[in-house]
């Protein structure tokens, strides 16, 4: 079983920047893979980005691409997703999540993953 506690979320500017965290406990994190998803009001989940367990491997969402970046510590037990550039459409509660089933790679879609965390609001807005 993995616990996940994401955070660093907050208030910011368009065109600023935010890094989320993910901490993981549990399972050996370097075990699994890690996404980050996102979702609006009123919006399903989105997929944003996910990284292999060595993270030799990433991949992102068309929306994310060239200005998020996914990262991952293993001896931190912890994931982050540095955000640049940040636009008012990105304004949502971002979740990270583990997939402990071994998803044919990438792992995309929320029922590739098994654990979630409690998710963090990110805001932009002038």
């Known amino acids: 079983q993995v616990q996940l506690v994401e955070s660093g979320g907050g208030l910011v500017q368009p065109g600023g920047s935010l890094r989320l965290s993910c901490a993981a406990s549990?399972?050996?994190?370097?075990?699994?893979?890690v996404g980050w998803f996102r979702q609006a009001p009123g919006k399903e989940r989105e997929f944003v980005a996910t990284?292999?367990?060595?993270?030799?491997?990433?991949y992102y969402a068309d929306s994310a691409k060239g200005r998020f970046t996914i990262s991952r510590d293993n001896a931190k037990n912890t994931a982050y997703l540095q955000m640049n550039s940040l636009k008012p459409e990105d304004t949502a509660v971002y979740y990270c999540?583990?997939?402990?089933?071994?998803?044919?790679?990438?792992?995309?879609?929320?029922?590739?993953?098994?654990?979630w965390g409690q998710g963090t609001q990110v805001t932009v807005s002038s």
């Open positions: 990284i292999s367990w060595n993270a030799f491997s990433k």
């Open positions: 549990g399972r050996t994190f370097g075990d699994y893979a």
């Open positions: 999540a583990a997939d402990t089933k071994y998803t044919p790679w990438p792992p995309r879609n929320p029922r590739d993953f098994d654990s």
